[in-house]
């Protein structure tokens, strides 16, 4: 059975960095597409980072673009989620998931079909 459990999050004021991990358990994670997903009070979930079975390849929303990074390494079964300059913006609960992308940016996920519970990130003004 495949978990992901994400851990990191926690409440940070603006201009900060927070790390996020995704432990994963149950599936063979080389296999797999890994992305960040988010989700703010109130509005759609959202595809923040993504990284390939190759993890040279890498794929970022706009808005995170020169802020965040995402690396994984499939030795460890971990993926992370390094976030700099963080803005009030970018409070939401942060879910990994894994799956097959069909495009990049993955959109709201729908190719993915593993995820984690969440990790709240909270980014105070």
């Known amino acids: 059975q495949v978990q992901l459990v994400e851990s990191g999050g926690g409440l940070v004021q603006a201009g900060g960095s927070l790390r996020l991990s995704c432990a994963a358990t149950?599936?063979?994670?080389?296999?797999?597409?890994m992305a960040w997903f988010r989700q703010a009070p109130g509005k759609e979930r959202e595809f923040v980072a993504g990284i390939g079975r190759d993890p040279s390849n890498t794929y970022y929303a706009d808005s995170v673009k020169g802020r965040f990074t995402v690396t994984r390494d499939n030795a460890k079964w971990t993926m992370w989620l390094q976030m700099n300059d963080l803005n009030p913006e970018d409070t939401a609960v942060y879910y990994c998931?894994?799956?097959?992308?069909?495009?990049?940016?993955?959109?709201?996920?729908?190719?993915?079909?593993?995820w984690g519970r969440g990790t709240q990130v909270t980014v105070s003004s």
């Open positions: 149950g599936m063979t994670f080389g296999s797999y597409d």
């Open positions: 998931a894994a799956g097959y992308a069909s495009k990049w940016p993955a959109g709201t996920g729908r190719d993915f079909g593993s």
